[in-house]
Nanobody
């Protein structure tokens, strides 16, 4: 299984970025997907997750600014990030896990840098 994330970059505070993640390979469905992030010297934290049916949930710090979505019935997800802040600077990782599979899978990470 491979997860390919893209869309990171450098943006000014208040700006927007859209991350994409596409999973391929022997993926068990249904499954959940999520975005995590890890800032320099910090622990990896959950940013947003989405169920197979497309129901998202968010950590408090991004509620109202970030929107996670999923192409119906697929293993492709997006993270629309608006009103970005310097504290959003991190490497963002895509994640996938099925309740019917003992494994969890991670993407390679994409850097998001927000300049103040």
């Amino acid at each position: 299984v491979q997860l390919q994330a893209s869309g990171g970059g450098l943006v000014q505070a208040g700006g927007s970025l859209r991350l994409s993640c596409s999973a391929s390979g022997a993926i068990v469905s249904p499954n959940s997907m999520a975005w995590y992030r890890q800032g320099a010297g910090q622990k990896r934290e959950l940013v947003a997750s989405i169920t197979w049916g497309g129901t998202p949930s968010y950590t408090d710090s991004v509620k109202g600014r970030f929107t996670m979505s999923r192409d119906s019935g697929t293993n492709r997800v997006y993270l629309q990030m608006n009103r970005l802040k310097s504290e959003d600077t991190a490497v963002y990782y895509c994640w996938l896990r099925s309740p019917y599979d003992a494994e969890e899978y991670w993407g390679q990470g994409t850097q998001v840098t927000v300049s103040s």
